[in-house]
């Protein structure tokens, strides 16, 4: 029981282990399963080391272009609320100063007659343009003399609040507002001391709208608003989205600064926006610029869309291109793998031929001594049987000496079979006769074609030059060409085996058959190592190694096949014409 | 040409087999002499004369080869027939090759031994004639085998 717990917990240790180690090929274990376990392990470390770096580089570059870009937008906001706000600085500083000049340069006597104020605010007309009225208020806050498009001469303005500002700190700059005249404008108040020391106030009032040229002047696109606000959040110029001029600004107020500056708020419509303002430091202004903030990121949102696009593209080729190169990869191993394997078979299976071809040559030669004793031994008998006058019985036992030699003689045959088999192993090149080694190899497979009903059909030419070749590896072509011929062809079919001479220098031997033939797509390939139509029975060798005997003989192979109606194997071999050396062999 | 003047050495290392030959050529008006191996080959070769030696290739101790060597070497004039298993043509085509007269392949059908031992003898003769024709133009000697003429 315990026994069996152990093991068990190794093997998931040992699974654990081969997990880890991505990059190790198991050695052992199912083949399938170890092929599978690679393509695995290459493919995910592949998309691994190429990946990551990709989404790493692909995440900092969108940060930093995000970033980048934000700024580059933003900046020139940036800029122009910032020169803007100098703009109305400028405005406002000049119509102050103006309104405090007349009340310094003229003084109380003067402005508080009419005419002379007349004359003076027509001259602040021709030169500024925007100045809508003027008016001296007694320090009572009555006014006293007014100039200007409306009746408010005598009206008290002690209990308004401006008045009191201006009264304490000499000069006042208002929010926008209707007052009585029921159009925006700002006041400008200025104090002053007359002659009796009693104080008195110079007003006057401006047009608005010439606040909204300023915003106009800063050259927004469509989707971005800009206008003034006073520090309780009152629109003091028209807003494109958030309201009128007096209305009240929908969104919170940024905090204080008289730096420009950029934030990101929400635009009241459920997106983000960028609002750039800057508070006046001298009135009681903020310059505010809202700028939508797909409008301002449009450009990254296009450049974001590329950078996804390429991103994307590239991890699908990377992952096309990476599980193609693993299959090709590993396919390409595996294939080595069995080739190797086969290799292996094949060079064991030689191996034990040759020490077969070794063991039956020795008990060939060790039985050829005996042999040639009963050989002698019976010769003899037979010769003391001839020469004796009188044998009893002579006739018989000549009979049964000349049995015993015959028998002595097929011994002979058959250990001379046995050691030709065995010769098959060392090349030696001799002067052969194809029709003989035919012949020879026939005497293999005679007992088949009996048994299969093949009709062999012989036709040698008579008088062929003989070939230079190895007696063992030429058997070895007819027989593999033969064992060929005979497994395509039918019980009952006929192979022809016929030799005849091609030109002066070329004997063809051609084997033909009436079997079932092969395909083109087969014959393409019946040459190339491991390729066999016969299943497990084949080993795919025979043929490339005929081929390969017959191409180091300097020799050819052609193949006619039809399917369904036979193939032809014909094997050119060089005639070797005895050049002088001694083949007296 | 009659049988009995040719004096055949028979050299196999199976002496079941040298014996039983031995008597087969005897049988047949032969002069034939068996010896067990090359060593003795070479005794029996300096202590008389042959006509034609049958040699087996495989031996134990010294081999049909080194004693072809030996034999062409001290007695040119003697032929040398060489008895080879099948699995040793290579070795009767190398004993041809150092100039032994013919092979055969055990076992031996005993008259075709017997017409290349006749063939051998005759070849040996027509040497000698020639050799004591080409004396006999240069000078009388003392004595008229070659194979003596060398050993002196």
Known sequence: ?585 | MSLDEIRVLLVDDEKEFLETLVKRLVKRKLKASGVGGGEQALLALREKPVDVVVLDVKMAGMNGIETLREIRRHYPLVEVIMLTGHANLEAAIEGMEIGAFDYLTKPVEIDELLYKVQDAYQKKALQEQKIALMQAAAGPLPKPGASDLLEG
């Open chain 1, 1 to 585: 029981m315990s026994l069996a717990n152990n093991s068990k917990d190794k093997t998931r240790r040992a699974s654990r282990v081969e997990r880890l180690k991505l990059w190790e090929l198991p050695e052992h274990g199912a083949s399938p399963e170890r092929y599978k376990i690679l393509r695995r392990n290459i493919f995910i470390l592949m998309i691994f080391v190429t990946t990551v770096p990709l989404v790493i580089m692909a995440a900092i570059n969108y940060h930093e272009y995000q970033a980048g870009l934000k700024q580059e937008i933003l900046n020139p906001l940036r800029a122009t609320v910032s020169r803007t706000t100098h703009s109305f600085d400028l405005f406002l500083a000049q119509r102050l100063s103006a309104v405090s000049f007349v009340a310094s340069a003229y003084g109380y006597d003067d402005l508080v007659n009419e005419q002379t104020l007349g004359r003076v605010f027509r001259v602040m007309r021709e030169e500024f343009g925007e100045f809508v009225d003027l008016g001296v208020i007694s320090a009572q806050g009555i006014q006293l003399a007014y100039v200007g498009p409306y009746d408010v001469k005598g009206r008290d303005y002690s209990k308004q609040n401006w008045y009191h500002q201006a009264q304490i700190k000499g000069t006042y700059i208002s929010d926008v507002f209707l007052g009585y005249r029921k159009f925006p404008h700002i006041a400008f108040a200025v104090q002053r001391w007359n002659r009796q020391g009693k104080t008195w106030i110079l007003r006057a009032t401006i047009d608005t709208r010439r606040l909204n040229t300023f915003v106009s002047s800063m050259e927004l696109d469509r989707a971005s608003d800009a206008f003034l606000l006073n520090k309780e959040g009152v629109l003091q110029t028209p807003s494109k989205f958030y309201g009128k001029t007096l209305e009240k600004f929908p969104l919170q107020l940024p905090p204080t600064t008289y730096q420009a500056n950029v934030i990101e708020i929400g635009n009241g419509h459920g997106d983000l926006a960028f609002l750039a303002y800057t508070y006046f430091a001298d009135y009681p202004y903020i310059l505010a610029v809202v700028k939508q903030r797909a409008e301002v990121m449009k450009s990254w949102y296009s450049m974001k869309s590329n950078l996804i696009t390429v991103f994307v593209v590239s991890v699908i080729v990377i992952f096309l291109v990476v599980f193609g190169l693993t299959d090709q990869l590993v396919k390409r191993i595996e294939e080595c793998d069995e080739k190797r394997e086969a290799a292996f078979r094949q060079m064991e299976h030689n191996h034990k031929l040759s020490s077969i071809g070794r063991l039956a040559a020795g008990v060939a030669h060790e039985i050829n001594n005996p042999m040639a004793i009963i050989n002698e031994k019976a010769g003899l008998m037979k010769d003391l049987i001839e020469y004796a006058d009188e044998f009893p019985q002579k006739e018989r036992f000549l009979t049964i000496t000349d049995s015993i030699l015959n028998a002595v003689n097929r011994c002979g045959a058959i250990t001379h079979r046995l050691l030709g088999f065995a010769r098959r192993m060392d090349v030696n090149i001799e002067i052969l006769d194809v029709g003989d080694i035919v012949k020879e190899t026939l005497t293999f497979l005679e007992k088949e074609a009996l048994y299969h009903n093949i009709e062999l059909q012989l036709e040698f030419s008579v008088g062929l030059p003989g070939v230079a070749a190895d007696r063992g590896q030429l058997q070895q072509v007819f027989l593999n060409l033969l064992n060929n011929a005979f497994a395509a062809v039918q019980d009952g079919g006929a192979i022809s085996i016929s030799t005849r001479a091609r030109g002066p220098q070329t004997v063809a031997v051609a084997i033909r058959d009436n079997g079932c033939g092969m395909s083109e797509d087969t014959l393409e390939h019946i040459f190339e190592p491991f390729f066999s139509t016969k299943g497990a029975r084949g080993t795919g060798l025979g043929l490339p190694i005929t081929y390969g005997i017959v191409k180091k003989l300097g020799g050819e192979i052609e193949v006619e096949s039809k399917q369904g109606e036979g193939t032809t194997f014909t094997v050119l071999l060089p005639v070797k014409v005895p050049d002088g050396s001694n083949f007296s062999y």
